[in-house]
């Protein structure tokens, strides 16, 4: 249990999150500008919208949202039409952007998870065997591979990184011990790239379609996940949807709707002004926290009420996600002036001033 406990605190140390800005935007091909046209792609554009909020692939199929979903066009925000060629042929788009608040707000009334744009990275690294042998895959030799598994992630709105393949890299990693899933040496290899979740393994390309031998690693465990079709996306596919799937449990926020729970935190560090600012500001743009307010400040320390729609341990998986509060293990006792009993105080934090 010591150990688990160090690996997991190691890893937290290392991943790094990434800002998708691009969730609540959708493309949709249409046949004309017209506003029924308009009508339709907005509802399946809100469809794919709601998937990568929610963290559930399945969330527009239920009944709960399909009267939102008939009216899909009321929550956009702004669209535009746009023309592509593709192989000699021309194809009307349009793009879609949709309000962040109304879309949290349908999802939370709902009582469906709302997943915040803060979401932790997923390093692809895998080999392939085929006609030229066994190698990295990468964007130059198998850009086919390389697009299927970066729309899956777009789709599931997964940030999806893949080794540069460098010589650092090829130093620490051969493609014979991914192919022979040396998980460990995987792991060691990643810790270039920060990120908390790796996808590796092996692809065998035949005459007759995929087969696909690959592991889903997290801190602490490993999923392997082995399919075989003809079809490519229908390989890769289902691992991305595992990564999406296991990061929205831990990360996505059901709202009660019930009154907010409340919890005390010390946060040493805090100099100045600017510094208060940018704390209370983060700490409010945390998915599971409705309010932060300072109850005791003197000095460099403050007590913190947080306001939450959720479990505190949720709250806590942010921030060691996000590295910008950290644990305090010998935090500063000042805060024992407030006269809040130590036993009313959830946690003990450090500013890291970033």
Same mark, same amino acid.
């Given at each position: 249990?010591?150990?688990?406990?160090?690996?997991?605190?190691?890893?937290?140390? &290392?991943a790094q999150a990434e800002v998708v800005n691009t969730l609540y935007d959708?493309?949709?091909?249409?046949?004309?500008?017209?506003?029924? @046209?308009l009508k339709r792609a907005a509802s399946q554009g809100l469809a794919d919208?709601?998937?990568?909020?929610?963290?559930?692939? +399945?969330?527009?199929?239920?009944?709960?949202?399909?009267?939102?979903?008939?009216?899909?066009?009321?929550?956009?925000?702004?669209?535009? /039409?746009?023309? &592509?060629?593709?192989?000699?042929?021309?194809?009307?788009?349009?793009?879609?952007?949709?309000?962040?608040?109304?879309? $949290?707000?349908?999802?939370?009334?709902?009582?469906?998870?709302?997943?915040?744009? =803060?979401?932790?990275?997923?390093?692809?690294?895998?080999?392939?065997?085929?006609?030229?042998?066994?190698?990295?895959?990468?964007?130059?030799?198998?850009?086919?591979?390389?697009? *299927?598994?970066?729309?899956?992630?777009?789709?599931?709105?997964?940030?999806? &990184?893949?080794?540069?393949?460098?010589?650092?890299?090829?130093?620490?990693? *051969?493609?014979?011990?991914?192919?022979?899933?040396?998980?460990?040496?995987?792991?060691?290899?990643?810790?270039?790239?920060? @990120?908390?979740?790796?996808?590796?393994?092996?692809?065998?390309?035949?005459?007759?379609?995929?087969?696909? =031998?690959?592991?889903?690693?997290?801190?602490?465990?490993? $999923?392997?996940?082995?399919?075989?079709?003809? +079809?490519?996306?229908?390989?890769?596919?289902?691992?991305? $949807?595992g990564i999406a799937d296991a990061l929205a449990e831990k990360y996505a926020?059901?709202?009660?709707?019930?009154?907010?729970?409340?919890?005390?935190?010390?946060?040493?560090?805090?100099?100045?002004?600017? +510094? /208060? @600012?940018?704390?209370?500001?983060?700490?409010?743009?945390?998915?599971?926290?409705?309010?932060? $307010?300072?109850?005791?400040? @003197?000095?460099?320390?403050?007590?913190?009420?947080?306001?939450?729609?959720?479990?505190?341990?949720?709250?806590?998986?942010?921030?060691?996600?996000?590295?910008?509060?950290?644990?305090?293990?010998?935090?500063?006792?000042?805060?024992?002036?407030? =006269?809040?009993?130590?036993?009313?105080?959830?946690?003990? /934090?450090?500013?890291?001033?970033?």
């Amino acid at each position: 249990m010591k150990y688990f406990a160090i690996l997991l605190l190691c890893f937290a140390h &290392v991943a790094q999150a990434e800002v998708v800005n691009t969730l609540y935007d959708a493309r949709v091909p249409v046949a004309e500008r017209s506003e029924s @046209a308009l009508k339709r792609a907005a509802s399946q554009g809100l469809a794919d919208v709601l998937v990568r909020v929610s963290g559930r692939a +399945d969330v527009a199929q239920g009944s709960t949202l399909q009267s939102a979903m008939r009216d899909a066009h009321s929550l956009l925000r702004q669209y535009r /039409y746009d023309t &592509v060629i593709e192989d000699g042929r021309q194809s009307l788009l349009v793009d879609l952007s949709f309000s962040e608040v109304e879309v $949290n707000r349908l999802l939370s009334q709902s009582g469906l998870p709302v997943w915040d744009k =803060n979401r932790p990275r997923t390093l692809a690294w895998l080999a392939i065997d085929d006609v030229s042998g066994r190698q990295f895959v990468n964007e130059i030799d198998y850009p086919e591979i390389v697009a *299927t598994l970066r729309e899956a992630a777009d789709r599931r709105g997964l940030p999806l &990184v893949f080794p540069v393949l460098d010589i650092d890299d090829r130093l620490v990693l *051969t493609t014979g011990q991914v192919w022979a899933m040396d998980l460990a040496a995987v792991r060691s290899a990643a810790e270039r790239y920060r @990120a908390a979740h790796i996808l590796t393994g092996r692809l065998t390309r035949l005459s007759t379609g995929w087969i696909a =031998n690959l592991a889903h690693l997290d801190a602490s465990d490993e $999923n392997l996940i082995d399919t075989q079709s003809a +079809d490519l996306q229908a390989v890769l596919t289902p691992a991305v $949807n595992g990564i999406a799937d296991a990061l929205a449990e831990k990360y996505a926020v059901v709202r009660s709707g019930q009154e907010a729970r409340s919890a005390n935190i010390v946060v040493s560090g805090v100099e100045g002004f600017r +510094d /208060y @600012a940018r704390l209370l500001t983060y700490l409010e743009s945390v998915v599971v926290i409705e309010h932060a $307010n300072p109850v005791w400040i @003197a000095g460099s320390q403050l007590v913190i009420q947080l306001h939450l729609e959720g479990a505190m341990e949720k709250a806590q998986q942010f921030f060691l996600l996000d590295k910008k509060i950290l644990e305090d293990d010998m935090p500063d006792m000042a805060f024992a002036e407030s =006269n809040i009993p130590a036993e009313q105080i959830y946690g003990y /934090y450090r500013w890291q001033n970033l």
